[in-house]
């Protein structure tokens, strides 16, 4: 897996040559967030389809 320097560097050349800062940013907080929720699905850290379910119900009471 490439280093997160070489993930940002291919994200940023993949825009359009336009991209506001603003933009950029969005962009590299999106990707934050992807491979944050990678890296907890690779140590068991989430909820099955049902204990969603499950966990929803009692918060909506």
């Known amino acids: ?3 997160i320097k070489e ?3 291919s994200l940023i050349n993949e825009l359009p040559e336009d991209s506001s800062l ?3 940013m969005e962009h ?3 990707k934050q967030k992807i491979l944050k929720g990678q890296r907890q699905l690779e140590a ?3 909820y099955t389809h049902e204990e969603a379910k499950e966990i929803m119900t009692e918060w909506l009471k």
């Open 28 to 30: 590299l907080y999106v």
């Open 44 to 46: 068991g850290q989430f």
């Open 1 to 3: 897996m490439p280093n």
């Open 22 to 24: 603003e933009d950029i």
């Open 7 to 9: 993930i940002v560097i």
